[in-house]
């Protein structure tokens, strides 16, 4: 009899000491270093109105902390597509960190139930600044105001979270990829201004040729033109000179012919004088000579 009743109080008690621990383990709750949460009574679906830090909790049994991140957290956007300015399409990897009022945890809590739906919407808040930004900026303004880029989509993707009560750290715009039909685009035209640039310079250099060329067939000509000059001079010269030697030979001859006539005391007449030249110039020819004169020398004896 005794030993049923000491089985029964053994079990009671039992089931006191295990009741009790469930109680205790159910009441009790972690926030771990990088945590904040606010409690949640999952009977009475009765949301707490602090914001709790590291450490261990206590409260009613069946509560829950609804948790969040009390440290800066990354969102990465890779290869994220958007249109600029003038429609063309670009590629971003942008990234930054946010991090959410700890005051304002009840309101964020109310608004998106917990992290994930928070965060959804943050990425999708993100998004939307990027586009927005990237509308602002023209494809030249993207390759040469890049800071500026950075700037706008820094300042865009904080009014958004403001709202929503997450605050934004260090944005980085890791990478701009431009469409590969604009990149051969850009680098023909830098090719074209670089060719021109190259032509502009040679320019002078090809005048300067050019010119010394030109002074070089100036001269080429001029040294001709003195050559021909000199060589007529010197040819009329020889001319002159041949033809007063010839006259000069037919003076002296024309004289010693008639030293000849005055010291023989005879008088020849012009007939005479002919008839003696057509015997030299019969006697200085090569070929035979064929000519008609009168009878030659007649002597005159007065
Ligand atoms: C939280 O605060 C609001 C007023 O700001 C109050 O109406 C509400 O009862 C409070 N809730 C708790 C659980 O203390
Ligand atoms: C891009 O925008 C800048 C500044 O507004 C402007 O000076 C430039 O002409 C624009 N470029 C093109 C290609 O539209």
Redesign the pocket.
């Known amino acids: 009899m005794c030993s049923c009743k000491c089985i029964i109080v053994t079990v009671i008690v039992l089931v006191v000491i295990i009741t009790l621990i469930a109680v205790v383990a159910t009441s009790l709750k972690k926030l771990a270093s990088d945590e904040i949460g606010i409690k949640y009574d999952t009977i009475l679906k009765k949301l707490e109105n602090t914001t709790e830090r590291e450490g261990l909790h206590t409260g009613l049994p069946g509560f829950k902390f609804i948790k969040f991140p009390s440290v800066y957290t990354s969102l990465t956007f890779n290869h994220l597509e958007s249109l600029n ?2 429609g063309v399409k670009i590629v971003l990897y942008v990234s930054y960190q946010y991090k959410v009022r700890s005051d304002k945890l009840r309101d964020i809590i109310l608004e998106f139930r917990d992290k994930d739906g928070y965060t959804k919407f943050l990425r999708y808040e993100g998004e939307s600044a990027i586009h927005e930004s990237c509308s602002y900026f ?4 993207f390759a040469a105001e890049r800071a500026n880029f950075q700037e706008k989509v820094k300042d865009q993707i904080m009014v958004r979270y403001k709202k929503v009560n997450a605050e934004i750290t260090d944005l980085q715009v890791n990478n701009i990829a431009r469409p590969t039909e604009y990149e051969s685009a850009i680098r023909s035209k830098e090719k074209a201004r670089e060719d021109i640039r190259v032509a502009n310079n040679e320019r002078p250099r090809l005048l300067t040729e050019a010119e010394t060329q030109k002074r070089e067939a100036e001269t080429n000509a001029k040294i001709i033109i003195d050559k021909a000059e000199s060589d007529t001079r010197i040819l009329a010269n020889r001319a002159v000179t041949e033809a007063q030697s010839i006259i000069a030979q037919y003076k002296k001859e024309a004289e010693a012919y008639k030293k000849i006539v005055e010291a023989s005391g005879l008088g020849f007449t012009i007939d005479g004088f002919i008839s003696y030249l057509g015997v030299r110039v019969i006697a200085d020819a090569k070929n035979l000579v064929y000519i008609g004169l009168d009878s030659p020398a007649k002597t005159v004896y007065p």
Do not use: G, I
């Not at 023209?138 to 303004?141: A, D, G, M, P």
């Open positions: 300015k003038d023209n494809t030249s303004q």
